[in-house]
């Protein structure tokens, strides 16, 4: 495990002190025990507190019920499956023969709560502060990329809904390049409004995510003061 368990420590951003809580925290109920769902439990928990926390300082005037619903969508088991994908959990996982025959390592549930599991983990291993660093990492360009006033929707969707209100072409997303390693891949996408003449660039550890920062900063020109 110690050559797996330092590519991902190096994917995460984070070295374990004790190995067997990464080793758990990889390890599904049908390999065996100690298995992932106490420390997805502790994870879990963990995850919902820093991610308040990040929305809590990113939106200091929404109140409550909009922050609830952000953080409902931030931590939902979509998001979280695409983070699992992004580093790769699916080699790492420890599954039953039955498990890995039917596909469980590329299952969302399983990776969304094999993630979870490893922010509990990581807080078992070094506390608070250290798994706040990790998830902050992971968040960071979905958390940018929310507006106010807009908390079910991402930054493509509205700004589809923008253009189609006023009856104009839809955007059109570019590829322009991708660089880095394949576990720490950087996409560079470019997002075109012929109509209003906007072309503006986004970043992200994936196409789709470079494409959102791509329409966010769009709508920052369409939707911004004097627009």
Known sequence: MSAQALRLEERLGYGFGNKTLLTT????????????????????????????????????????????????????????????????????????????????????????????????????????EAATGVIERLFAEQVAALAPGQAMKDPKTRLQEWLQGRHLALPTYLLLNTSGAA????????????????REEGKGSSRRLAEQMAAANVLLILEGPGA
């Open 25 to 128: 925290a990889l390890t599904h109920r049908s390999f065996g025990v100690p298995h992932y769902e106490r420390l997805e439990f502790l994870g879990d928990g963990v995850l919902d507190c820093v991610v308040a926390a990040m929305l809590y300082q990113r939106f200091p005037d929404l109140p409550e019920g909009d922050l609830s619903r952000l953080r409902s969508n931030l931590v939902r088991q979509d998001t979280l499956h695409q983070l699992a994908l992004q580093l790769g959990l699916g080699d790492y996982l420890r599954l039953g023969e039955g498990e890995m025959k039917s596909g469980g390592q590329q299952r969302p549930s399983i990776l969304a709560d094999v993630l979870e599991a490893i922010f509990g983990a990581i807080y078992l291993d070094s506390g608070f």
């Open 183 to 198: 576990h720490e891949q950087m996409f560079r996408v470019l997002c075109q409004i012929d109509s209003q003449n906007i």
